[in-house]
């Protein structure tokens, strides 16, 4: 199993960039799939996350109508388009996934930067 996350980069605020996670080795229709973020200093936190088999999401409080997670079945990916960018967002970003029922994420890719400059 490999998730493979991109995407990320230097963006000005008020900016936008779209993360994606290619997902391989399995079918995750039976899985939560999320994004994660930490920042310098600070605690990993999730950020989004949606159930494949649905399409039911949720969202951290911070990123509510900014944020918007999707997931493409065809493609078997995972993206995250980031409009209104912040400082704050600053961070590396990681997709997970995890069993339906588990609360554990099992699952994660590799972390992308994304830089938001003021």
């Known amino acids: 199993v490999q998730l493979q996350a991109s995407g990320g980069g230097l963006v000005q605020a008020g900016g936008s960039l779209r993360l994606s996670c290619a997902a391989s080795?399995?079918?995750?229709?039976?899985?939560?799939m999320a994004w994660f973020r930490q920042a310098p200093g600070k605690e990993r936190q999730s950020v989004a996350v949606?159930?494949?088999?649905?399409?039911?999401?949720y969202y951290t409080n911070s990123v509510k109508g900014r944020f918007t997670i999707s997931r493409d079945s065809a493609k078997n990916t995972v993206s995250l388009l980031m409009n209104s960018l912040k400082p704050e967002d600053t961070a590396v970003y990681y997709c997970?996934?995890?069993?339906?029922?588990?609360?554990?994420?099992?699952?994660w890719g590799q972390g992308t930067l994304v830089t938001v400059s003021s």
């Open positions: 997970a996934a995890a069993a339906v029922g588990t609360g554990r994420y099992e699952y």
């Open positions: 080795g399995q079918t995750f229709r039976d899985y939560n």
């Open positions: 949606i159930r494949w088999s649905s399409g039911t999401t």
